[in-house]
């Protein structure tokens, strides 16, 4: 689905023109945008209709609290709206409380951490080279300053399966508190109900974090955590769920009294996240993001953003087995969702920041990522990551994947005739001149 025609005129600012540095620059993105391709995974364009909702005058007014329960005055229609977001996000996601105000993904991680446990209280999550993120723990974050996050990996990296066996005897020795599911690069469908059971077992909350794939979940084209009892959901509402940069935290369970301190339990999650979030972490909501985010739940619950979230793993699939055709050693050789991880090191004798260059040289854009258990240093790891959701909005199909698949292979044989490069970039530029991007008018 494109979006173009919901923004008619988009990309003119005529307000804007008036301060010409901020103007070019922002003209020169809409440009890149237009004229390159878009492979990092954690990346979209959003539609005309969420980008006006963002650029509303929603962002002058502070909202403070909750809808209903506010610090100041006039929020007839600050409620409204992120009433609306809410009973979207828990019609989507099939729960029963949403909490729309994180700021964005790490935001929202860091307020359900604080929410459940204490300083030094631990939390097992995946290992940052075989796919977890960088909110799950890495040294470098504030939050592993405060709790102590002890790791699970894949057992089979040829396969993607997680390692349950040693999953549970962690779980058994640290007794974390959350046991969490996600990731940022990791191309399998996840067993939640092996990781609930392994939570159940040592009294543990089982927390998904599904910023990646919230828009594959909530098509219905990837599983729910929530089916499988999952007691909290994190997500982003910016990649795959195609909605503005922003967070959400979902729950099962209601809110009980909100002014009183609730008691630590499982059944008052919702109460202690609200809290957590709004006083405990953060300041006003920006009302304007919750516009959009609820504009983008609507479109989420539409047929064409299902046929969009089928597309997205149809692409990624055809990529991935495009690039194993031609040579190309994938982490867990292949993909269920939208993302795959490349071993350059294997594939072409060459760093995942290197290849990163070589394909921005010719107008691809993608992101160096670690492999699993990576001998090399994060800033210059050994893989790089590559995800449809992008390229999917602007309406490519598998066909469109030989097509960029070519073009990488390509590059990478010539990585050094900086004249050959310069021939595929034309070449790039022209083919993706033929999708549009929704917001931006190609003038
Ligand atoms: C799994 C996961 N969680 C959290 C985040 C953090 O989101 P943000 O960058 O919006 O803070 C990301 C971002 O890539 C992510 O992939």
């Not at 007794?175 to 690069?185: D, T, W």
């Not at 953003?305 to 495009?322: D, G, R």
Request: with cysteine; proline share 5%; hydrophobic share 40%.
């Amino acid at each position: 689905m494109t979006h173009t025609d919901t923004f008619a005129g988009a990309g003119q600012l005529p307000y804007l023109k008036a301060d010409a540095e901020v103007f070019t620059a922002i003209e020169g993105e809409k440009q890149r945008q237009l004229d390159g391709v878009e492979l990092i995974a954690s990346e979209n364009y959003t539609s005309g209709a969420v980008l006006e909702a963002l650029g509303s005058i929603m962002t002058n007014k502070y909202a403070e609290g909750f809808p209903g329960k506010r610090y100041y005055g006039g929020q007839q229609f600050t409620d409204s709206i992120e009433t609306l977001a809410i009973e979207r996000a828990k019609t989507l996601f099939r729960c029963d409380h949403a909490n729309v105000q994180p700021l964005s993904g790490a935001p929202a991680n860091i307020a359900v951490y604080l929410a459940w446990m204490k300083p030094g209280d631990t939390i097992l999550g995946m290992d940052l080279t075989h796919g977890g993120h960088l909110t799950h723990g890495s040294p470098v974050t504030a939050m592993a300053k405060i709790f102590n996050f002890v790791r699970y990996k894949m057992k089979d990296t040829e396969t993607g399966e997680i390692d349950f066996d040693q999953m549970h005897d962690i779980a058994k020795k640290e007794q974390p508190k959350i046991i969490l599911a996600g990731f940022s690069a990791y191309p399998r469908e996840l067993n939640y109900k092996a990781f609930k059971e392994i939570a159940d077992g040592v009294g543990a909350v089982a927390m998904a974090d599904m910023a990646h794939i919230a828009g594959l979940i909530a098509a219905g084209v990837l599983r729910n955590p929530f089916d499988d009892d999952f007691h909290i959901m994190t997500t982003t509402t910016h990649k795959t769920l195609r909605g503005p940069r922003g967070g959400m935290i979902l729950t099962r369970g209601t809110v009980s009294n909100p002014l009183k301190a609730p008691e630590h339990t499982i059944d008052n999650l919702p109460t202690i996240i609200d809290r957590s979030v709004f006083p405990g972490f953060q300041g006003g909501p920006h009302m304007n993001t919750i516009a959009a985010i609820a504009v983008a739940l609507q479109e989420a619950k539409t047929p064409e953003f299902k046929t969009y979230a089928e597309q997205i793993i149809k692409n990624a699939k055809h990529l991935a087995a495009f690039l194993m055709k031609n040579g190309c050693k994938l982490v867990t050789n292949g993909t269920d969702n939208h993302l795959m991880v490349i071993d350059c090191m294997t594939s072409w004798n060459i760093h995942g920041k290197e290849t990163e260059y070589v394909l921005d040289q010719i107008g691809i854009t993608a992101s160096k990522s670690t492999i699993p258990d990576d001998p090399n240093p994060p800033f210059m790891p050994s893989g790089l990551r590559i995800g449809t959701p992008a390229i999917t909005t602007r309406g490519m199909k598998e066909q469109d994947m030989e097509t960029l698949g070519r073009f990488m292979l390509d590059a990478i044989t010539h990585k050094t005739d900086e004249k050959y490069l310069q021939k595929i970039h034309k070449e790039v530029k022209t083919f993706c001149r033929q999708f549009p991007v929704p917001g931006i008018s190609a003038d």
